[in-house]
């Protein structure tokens, strides 16, 4: 790619595909000039605006003027180079991975080239230009993605990683998804910058090529778990987690179902070390995940009101029984009597022999079972492997090929032990949210518990989990035929009603049910009755249990996702109106109280949804008073401001008046040009793309005449930022068409607009 360097307001003439332009800027950095606009031709000759690009050179002391040649195909390495924001590297990346990587290449980026960073970020040219407006702590995630958790820390534990690879391989999916694997591996690593392990090659992607597509048996097709130039069994978290959540792109794997069983996989045994991948955008419809850390309040084990009784063992004794597991009795040393209450199998507080760790080894009470009782035990090891690493289900350490017997790890209590403490709502609740999150996944394999009960949930390890699978509904198609389990199914008293006539007709709604079932039990200390109802005294538990245990499954939840909306729903503190409030403060804020404009703003944004608050209140606060208070916070003025967009057609109780429009454009403008004033450009691009969001779909004169003489004496970054604003809302482009031809504006807003209003 050819490159020319362009005059301060300079403009391509003749471009051709494949050319690249820089236009100086002369936004000035405390003496320094590093800002460029960096321009692509397209191969329809279109050309692109990227976005602002500073670079800057070794040994540059202030005051100073980029000194770039006036044109080159490549940057020596006395220059590097930082996009200013994250478009620039979305737009880049829309050009397509190869021109993507040329453009970085070329520019020396060194969000690209971490190593040229760690050299480059002390120069005085980084941290008083290039710095400026970005951490250093975010330079990684510009051109690699944002949202995942960078250093080099490993909290993901071998462990946990082994396992993850393990139940990854059982899948049978490919890692790479649809995508070819040098494709998929391009997408998150420079192939010509990690070296070959076969000395015939120059780089990784020689070598993988050779291995995998010319010579597909020479390498397992699990090779890149282990290959030490990816670091994903042993590299930092975030490379791992970048490299999980890759795997379930939607331009990686389409199918959709799919998607969601790996993601409660990797979920399942993330968990474990404080991770998961979520859901942090969209595209063309489809979600696309990124790594997080789980809030505390969701991984914090309950904490005991009293004693329980456990045993000194840490996990990793159970990971030794599970490496030592060979499917032979033998290897465990079991007392003469069973523990009280085992149910359908003896359950004994077993010892390896030889490692001494204590297990619970559960097997069928006849020498010479019956062929059900055998079946109800495969079932039960069956889901075990299903769920296996599922943080809230007991995993299955060792296991006989004949089905007759299996072990787990010796739990610490049973929820029956733990009864006055799980009144507590807090550890109620969190007993309710660990069999929620085991049940999702189940029921989203098709599986059903159907016999929840206090014996059968299980706390382990500082956790709750779901034991007792023996009775599972397994998913359509694979059920036993009627009869094979009888005709009654589950625990009297907390199971749903259907399971005593057509058990196989069962739904989610049917664990659901017995939820409810434990909830009561739980906060009255009664056991339940078969079909008699069951409440906890008045108050949100009351409600839930309720609609949980109503006798037609058509009126409970229909899903934990539901079950737990509820919860949430009637555990939700009613709200004041907040409108007489936000009005004193309004009030208040116009004699000059700056105190009541901060509080005015979290009370709006504590309401996102209410339409009053933001067209009738925010919307009349001076700019004056606004603008600072919004530039102090700018993630709250970035929710404000979103906010106030979603409310442009109104509500189901307000239709949005042609005065009210006009006001919240005017107000917005006014936000606008504070922004633009003081050279914060993130509250400018977000208050400019909800003006013109509502400009372009109101239409007033009024508003439209304090833009208008505003758009010609913008410049530089300004004029920058509201350009590319402009080419995203061509409907309000349109009210401002001809300033296209006034040449006291800046070109870019001139192009913008003739681009906008082409069509």
Known sequence: ?????????????????????????????????????????????????????????????????????????????????????????????????????????????????????????????????????????????????????????????????????????????????????????????????????????ATAEGDIVQHRYNNPEDWDDDWVFGDDRFGLSDGSDEVLLRFLAEMIHPAVRTDSGEVQRLLALVNGHLAADGYELAEARTVSGYPVYEARRIPASRTAPPAAATPIPSVPLGGDDYAAVRRAARGERKDYACPRQPVPDGGQADVFEATHKTLGTTVALKKLHSKYPAERQVARMRREIEIGQVLDGHPHAMPILDFGADHTWFVMPWADATAAERQEVLQDPAELRALVDALASVLAAAHEHGWLHRDIKPSNILYFDGRWTLADWGIVRRPRGQTTKVGRTGLYIGTEGFAAPELSGTPHEATASSDIYSIGRVIAWALTGELPRTNLPLLPPPGPWRTIVR????????????????????????????????????????????????????????????????????????????????????????????????????????????????????????????????????????????????????????????????????????????????ADVLRDHPDSAQHFSHIADDRTADPRIRQALRTSTAG
Request: glycine share 6%; aromatic share 8%.
């Open 1 to 201: 790619m050819q490159f020319a360097v362009l005059p301060v307001r300079g403009w391509p003439v003749s471009p051709l595909p494949g050319q690249a332009f820089l236009v100086r800027d002369n936004w000035d950095d405390y003496s320094f000039k590093t800002t460029f606009q960096l321009l692509c031709v397209d191969p329809g000759c279109e050309i692109r605006e990227i976005g602002g690009v500073k670079i800057g050179r070794f040994g540059m002391v202030a005051p100073a003027t980029t000194p770039l040649p006036d044109g080159f195909e490549t940057l020596d390495g006395a220059f590097f180079s930082l996009g200013l924001r994250d478009t620039y590297y979305e737009r880049l990346r829309e050009l397509g991975a190869d021109l993507q990587r040329t453009v970085l290449r070329a520019l020396n980026d060194v969000s690209f080239d971490l190593d040229l960073f760690s050299r480059a970020r002390t120069e005085n040219v980084t941290v008083t230009s290039l710095l400026r407006t970005v951490s250093a702590e975010t330079v990684a995630g510009r051109f690699r993605g944002a949202g995942i958790p960078t250093g080099s820390s490993a909290a993901i534990t071998e462990v946990t990683r082994r396992r993850l690879f393990d139940a990854l391989r059982r899948t049978g999916a490919s890692w790479s998804g649809s995508l070819d694997e040098v494709t998929f591996l391009r997408r998150l690593y420079d192939l010509d910058r990690l070296k070959s392990h076969d000395p015939r090659f």
């Open 547 to 722: 609609t949980a245990t109503h006798q037609d499954p058509l009126r409970r939840p229909q899903t934990v996702s539901d079950l737990l909306a509820l919860i949430d729903r009637e555990h939700a503190i009613i709200p004041e109106d907040p409108l007489p409030a936000a009005q004193t403060l309004l009030e208040a804020a116009g004699t000059g109280d700056a105190a009541a404009v901060d509080t005015l703003l979290t009370l709006v944004g504590d309401h996102p949804a209410d339409y009053e608050l933001h067209v009738g209140v925010l919307a009349q606060l001076d700019t004056q008073q606004a603008g600072p208070a919004l530039a102090r916070e700018p993630a709250q003025a970035h929710n404000l401001l979103r906010a106030l967009a979603e409310h442009i057609h109104g509500d189901d109780t307000h239709i949005v008046q042609f005065g009210d429009a006009a006001a919240v454009v005017i107000w917005l403008h006014g936000i606008c040009a504070y922004a633009a004033d003081h050279a914060d450009w993130d509250l400018l691009e977000e208050a400019a793309h909800t003006m013109c969001t509502w400009d372009g779909t109101w239409d007033q004169w009024n508003a439209r005449d304090k833009i208008t003489p505003w758009l010609p004496t913008l410049s530089n970054e300004a004029a920058s930022v509201i």
